[in-house]
């Protein structure tokens, strides 16, 4: 049985990661979260009474408050997810992202070697460090045949993405530097349960309902891998549990899409599952100008992980998309809730 330390475990992906530790294996999870505007407990009701579940709210940039939980939990891998990740609030407020993906990132990990420094051999042999980040960092793919790779060059073209490439160069410093046995995964954009409604597939989901415009980028032709969170959570405990130290894993789903393709599908499943005088709701749909650096497609290769550690996705976004649209249908009580006024505001600001 392991202790990990989750940072984020609030968030989309970091539940997901508690969700499936606490459910699904005997290991202890401590949940390190700040409680930002998209962290949710309520996304961890269903493991939030295991006495192998421990939250703390604490900001990764506090290294007195990192100390403390090294000390006193004595976790034997972190899994690092806590990160500013949405890419229109890193273009109208980039300071934000800075802080907590870069500084933040830099702070947990002295705070673990400092720790990992004073373990005994065997328990500094086993100790891990996973840092889990984006496909994002590789910037954009012009043609349609490419995929990224472990090896692609880092072209970040947002200031998330950019962060977000920074902490990841801290990482392997911090490996080849001082030795902190540490791996990586990068991921594509992940959908599912539990969703903060900022992102395109929640937001489109909510609006519809409620029969709002749907916000398209350009034209919607921007290509993206998709990947069910739950998938994901399986391949980044794969990872920080039989991954080679030093290692980079790419994460993705096998599914590129159309942003517009996207909207759409989610239309006609909410057509057949939820009509309404709203329907059908492809007519709906609207336009927006495209944001500034708007990168063109993303796809990943993840041959990697499926050879060496016999990961690969179970939900085909076929499979995937009707169970987060039946999901968002069933759960409208945390749907309200997470709705609170700083991101009403937020976002009638953005797409107004």
């Given amino acids: 049985m392991r202790k990990i330390l989750v940072t984020g475990g609030a968030g989309f992906i970091g539940s997901a990661v508690v969700r499936h530790i606490i459910e699904n294996t005997q290991d202890e999870v401590i949940n390190l979260d ?6 949710n407990l309520e996304s961890l009701a269903d493991v939030a009474e295991s006495s192998r579940y421990h939250f703390v709210k604490l900001d990764i940039c506090d290294r007195a408050g990192l100390d403390e939980v090294f000390a006193q939990y004595k976790p034997d891998a972190v899994m690092h997810l806590a990160a500013e990740s949405h890419v229109d609030r890193s273009i109208t407020g980039p300071a934000e992202f800075i802080n907590t993906n870069i500084v933040g990132t830099y702070t947990l990990l002295e705070a673990a070697r400092h720790y990992w420094n004073g373990l005994e051999d065997g328990a500094k042999a086993a ?14 793919l012009h043609g349609t045949d490419d995929l990224f790779t472990e090896t692609t060059p880092y072209a970040p073209s947002s200031p998330y993405s950019a962060s977000k490439a920074s902490s990841d160069h801290l990482v392997r410093a911090w490996q080849r530097t001082y030795g902190l046995p540490t791996l990586i995964t ?5 959908y599912g349960p539990y969703h903060f409604p900022e992102k395109l597939i929640p937001l489109v989901i909510l609006n519809a309902l409620e029969g709002k415009p749907l916000p398209i980028y350009g034209q919607g032709d921007q290509i993206r891998d998709w990947l069910y969170v739950e998938d994901h959570a399986r391949a980044l405990y794969e990872v920080v549990t039989r991954g080679e130290v030093g290692e980079t894993y790419n994460i993705g789903g096998h599914n590129e899409k159309q942003n517009i393709e996207v909207v759409k599908t989610i239309c006609t499943i909410l057509d057949e599952l939820a009509p309404s005088a709203h329907s059908p709701y492809a007519g709906l749909i609207t336009h927006v100008a495209d944001r500034p650096g708007h990168d063109v497609r993303y796809a990943i290769d993840a041959a990697k992980i499926e050879r060496e550690l016999g990961w690969k996705p179970v939900e085909t976004f076929e499979s995937g998309i009707r169970k987060t649209v039946q999901w968002y249908l069933a759960n409208q009580e945390w749907v309200n809730n997470v709705k609170s006024g700083e991101y009403q505001n937020w976002l009638n600001a953005h797409y107004q």
């Fill in 34 to 39: 700040k409680l930002t505007y998209a962290g």
């Fill in 127 to 140: 100790f891990r460090f996973h840092h889990i980040s984006t496909d994002e960092v590789y910037g954009d």
């Fill in 186 to 190: 990068n991921c594509s954009n992940n």
